[in-house]
């Protein structure tokens, strides 16, 4: 049984290292965190944007276990360990669940928003409150229709680090790699994979399982944790087992993963080893040429194949079958800015690809990828945004009957070559990405700076912010080393239906630095919960709850959902539709609905929600009934597992899990797995 061990997390000070990182400088003492405008003025400057500042106060987390830090390095010293797993099925399948009372955590259940943001009342920016304890240091957080969380981390004492963990099995000799968090009651258990699946890429299947792909090479223990880089897992939540379903040809660290239109997976890009990117280790074990610096790429390649990994693969939903590795230029040409690229199906049947700053639209197949021309050039961005850059990415809600779709992106950092101690971004740019349509960027500016924010598409059409730094960059070592500061607490939300400069609002603030790895996801509730933030050892579980559920207006209650029947292997969903197929929604407390939609069931990693997006239903409705008609087609929605919320007055239902599938059987993971 794991024992728990009391701590809240340390908001620390930080130190610039001789590499011109930012270093966890953990005082002996809580004491409040403040910065000084003045010297951060020329860090974060241009523009004069101003920092969030914050008079929260935490107190340090106990020590780790002493023998933890012996388990890497000396092989001796885990023979103990080995010898539990030689029957290790067994030894994993006494982990049982775990609680850790909110009360012990020194923020607030709900904090009242008035007092950082002299609003009228707490409702009208919604409000936060602590619900749990991680268990681990979730840097992927992957939710599924059974209220089970899947959090994976780093090795607790990987990079010479040491962070708190309530994992630690084998008599608090060992750390877990990963927990499965229950929603329900805020509980978890640690999990056990052996392939090392930290800064993988994650999404769900057609099917409702979690597929994780790819993973780390550095930090593994003999016959507990192995070299993940090429491994392909699938997980099944309804037994809490997984299984490796393939090997990929080459080593993938930081890549990304989509669905596609027919279900099936497109992998793209990451590097083949924990080093040579970007803000990187400097010397790359495994190649003679330099680390490249960051500068504008003029379009020529720059990628050192030793070990970038500018190539796609396709992988069946099926049966894990992949395609051989292709090359992808755009890759090519946005290194080494280009981690956990975004990706994105578009209803005009090509994938909107972003690496780097640079945007197209392709259509890809096992053969290889061609440019979708029916779109049109797309402009470049300013800056690059993604890893380390790190801005926050969603496709934005699609609605009949032309279903255009729209990209867009948000903070990151306002430098072409960013670094530990510049500005976030304070810009958001949204850009019609339809065929024929005007791409011009629109741009408008965050209340803040922020780099590593997350976007979640809330089910009224707006999308919330939460998370990330107001300096620096994405990167770091655990809590030892880290290259951002100055948490971004305060939320903010996006409407689009209001002008142009008017649409960024400020919501709650949280009271917690969410910095790197930290992850946010919509609920079943019409919530947000959040967590993670290695850099600061954050085990705490918020809830967001956003204004539509205090204001006045009932709260519609579906109270049921006629679709077809259920196709075998997709389980714990309420209801199963077709596409372009009437399907009849029973509901209550309300007289009449003003919005119906599909929010697909995503997670979070390094800021990414692979496969978000919402697709608002053409609805007829008349008192207590709803006659909808599904999406027209899989490129408007791709197969898998969506929430569907009714709204009335702009208050959202509790949603009721669908599956969206083509005509046919989806296949569940094969009988033999191991268990976590």
Not at 360 to 379: I, K, Q
Request: with cysteine; aromatic share 8%; hydrophobic share 35%.
């Amino acid at each position: 049984m794991t024992t728990l061990r009391i701590g809240v997390c340390v908001l620390c000070l930080y130190v610039v290292t001789s590499r011109g990182q930012l270093q966890i400088d953990s005082p002996a003492a809580s004491r409040p965190v403040s910065v000084n405008q003045d010297q951060l003025s020329a860090q974060v400057g241009k523009g004069g944007r101003r920092l969030q500042q914050s008079a929260l106060q935490l107190s340090a987390l106990d020590p780790v276990s002493a023998t933890t830090a012996d388990l890497v390095d000396d092989p001796t010293g885990r023979g103990h360990l080995l010898d539990r797993l030689a029957d290790s099925l067994n030894y994993i399948q006494q982990y049982t669940y775990q609680s850790y009372p909110a009360a012990n955590f020194e923020v607030p259940y709900t904090i009242d928003p008035t007092a950082y943001l002299g609003a009228a009342a707490g409702p009208t920016n919604g409000t936060w409150r602590v619900v749990g304890n991680s268990g681990s240091t979730p840097v992927h957080a992957l939710p599924f229709t059974n209220e089970l969380v899947l959090f994976m981390q780093r090795t607790s004492n990987s990079n010479g680090s040491s962070y708190d963990s309530f994992l630690n099995v084998d008599n608090n000799t060992q750390s877990e790699i990963a927990a499965i968090y229950n929603m329900t009651d805020n509980t978890f258990r640690p999990f056990h994979i052996t392939e090392h699946p930290f800064c993988s890429a994650q999404t769900l299947l057609p099917n409702g399982q979690g597929i994780i792909v790819g993973g780390d090479p550095l930090n593994l223990i003999e016959g507990f944790l192995t070299n993940g880089l090429q491994t392909v897992r699938v997980f099944d939540p309804a037994t809490q087992t997984y299984q490796v379903v393939g090997e990929m040809e080459r080593g993938r660290w930081y890549p990304s993963v989509t669905v596609l239109a027919d279900g099936d997976l497109l992998i793209v890009g990451g590097m083949q080893q924990e080093a040579g990117g970007w803000a990187a280790d400097e010397s790359p074990s495994t190649t003679s040429q330099p680390t490249v610096k960051c500068a504008p790429n003029t379009g020529g390649s720059i990628a050192d194949p030793s070990y970038d990994n500018p190539t796609y693969q396709i992988m069946s939903s099926t049966n894990y079958s992949l395609s051989p590795a292709l090359t992808l230029t755009i890759l090519l040409q946005s290194w080494p800015i280009n981690s956990y690229p975004f990706l994105a199906q578009l209803p005009q049947g090509s994938v909107l690809i972003i690496a780097g700053s640079l945007m197209d639209t392709l259509l890809f197949g096992v053969d290889g990828a061609s440019r979708d021309n029916s779109t049109g050039m797309l402009p470049t961005l300013p800056v690059p945004v993604n890893y380390p850059m790190s801005a926050a990415f969603t496709l934005m809600p699609l609605q009949g009957p032309d279903y255009n779709a729209s990209a867009f992106v948000a903070g990151g950092n306002d430098e072409y070559c960013a670094n530990a101690m510049s500005a976030g971004g304070s810009k958001s740019w949204l850009f019609d990405v339809s065929p024929g349509a005007d791409h011009s960027l629109i741009e408008e500016a965050l209340s803040f700076p922020r780099v590593m924010g997350e976007m979640t598409l809330l089910p009224d059409g707006r999308v919330f912010l939460c998370n990330g730094a107001q300096v620096g960059i994405a990167g770091g070592a655990g809590p030892n080393e880290d290259d951002a500061s100055n948490g971004a607490t305060i939320g903010e939300i996006y409407d689009p239906s209001k002008p142009v400069g008017q649409r960024w609002s400020q919501v709650a603030d949280s009271m917690i630095w969410r910095l790197y790895h930290s992850e946010a996801f919509l609920t079943s509730n019409a919530e947000v919960f959040v967590s993670g933030s290695e850099s600061t050892d954050e085990h705490r579980v918020q809830i967001y709850t956003p204004d539509y559920l205090y204001t006045s207006n009932p709260r519609p209650v579906i109270t049921a959902v006629n679709g077809s029947a259920q196709t075998a292997g997709v389980y714990d969903v309420d209801a199963q539709v077709g596409y372009s197929q009437n399907f009849t929604i029973g509901f209550s407390g309300v007289t009449t609905l003003d919005r119906v939609v599909f929010n697909r069931l995503v997670g979070s990693t390094h800021g990414v929600h692979a496969d978000q997006r919402q697709i608002v239903l053409d609805c007829s409705v008349t008192t207590g009934t709803a006659i909808c008609s599904s999406p027209p087609n899989n490129y408007i929605a791709p197969p898998g597992v969506y929430m569907l919320f009714v709204l009335n007055q702009g208050v959202p239902s509790r949603a009721k899990y669908i599956s969206l599938q083509l005509a046919g059987t989806m296949t569940k993971l094969p009988a033999t797995a191991t268990a976590g």
